[in-house]
């Protein structure tokens, strides 16, 4: 029973630099999300997707691009990475009764 | 002034104590309201969802005053186990869209 996996768990990137954080779920579920979390503060909303083909912005979009092909995947690409963007990441679904699954995290570092 | 706000914390208690947790939110038009439970460097994971008449689950009992925009959290008997990071988060709407965390109250269940 994967739930939602997410990959990779830590990643070290230069400024300038792009990658794509990976992130899987098997439970069906039409929605699906990404959050970073920064000392201090709340999870934040980057982007989210009710369906496939389907996206949206959260509060905090910028700097950062998603797409959603199919029910089961939604990558997080980070097009030219920056210091600010040091943060823990999770990828979550929404299940039944509004109930968040998230991934295992992605702590990521950019120098 | 921050959508969800809690308890600073951090929250240190001996075993067996009762702690309770507070949690404000801005926006009347929340819909629906949960208490998340996140270990050190782990995934948040929902511990349980809040409902208007409140509601218990073992050792631990929700309440929810809408009137007041105010949501709480009590758990007694502490246990060593229970020692987590406590967030509070609020769904804008019945969609699943709009999730709000608060930042989190950290307790310490000390021996």
């Known amino acids: 029973n994967a739930g939602v996996t997410q990959t990779p768990k830590f990643q070290v990137l230069k400024t300038g630099q792009s990658m794509t954080l990976q992130c899987a779920q098997d439970?069906?579920?039409?929605?699906m999300s990404w959050y970073r979390q920064d000392p201090g503060m709340g999870l934040r909303l980057i982007h989210y997707?009710?369906?496939?083909?389907?996206?949206d912005q959260g509060e905090v979009p910028n700097g950062y691009n998603v797409s959603r092909s199919t029910t089961e995947d939604f990558p997080l690409r980070l097009l030219s990475a920056a210091p600010s963007q040091t943060s823990v990441y999770f990828c979550a679904s929404r299940g039944d009764a509004g109930k968040l699954f998230f991934g295992s995290g992605t702590q990521l570092s950019v120098l | 002034r921050k959508e969800v706000e809690q308890d600073p914390g951090p929250f240190n208690v001996p075993e067996g104590a009762t702690v309770a947790f507070n949690c404000t939110y801005s926006n009347s038009a929340s819909q629906s309201f949960f208490w998340y439970r996140q270990d050190c460097r782990k995934e948040p994971k929902l511990l349980m969802s809040?409902?208007?008449s409140g509601n218990e689950d073992g050792r631990f009992t929700a309440q929810l005053n809408r009137a007041s925009q105010y949501i709480s959290l009590l758990i007694r008997d502490s246990k060593l186990s229970d020692s987590a990071t406590y967030l509070c988060v609020v769904n804008r709407d019945n969609y699943g869209q709009n999730f709000v965390f608060g930042p989190g109250t950290r307790l310490s269940v000390l021996p």
């Open positions: 439970m069906n579920h039409e929605y």
């Open positions: 809040v409902y208007s």
């Open positions: 997707s009710v369906g496939a083909g389907i996206t």
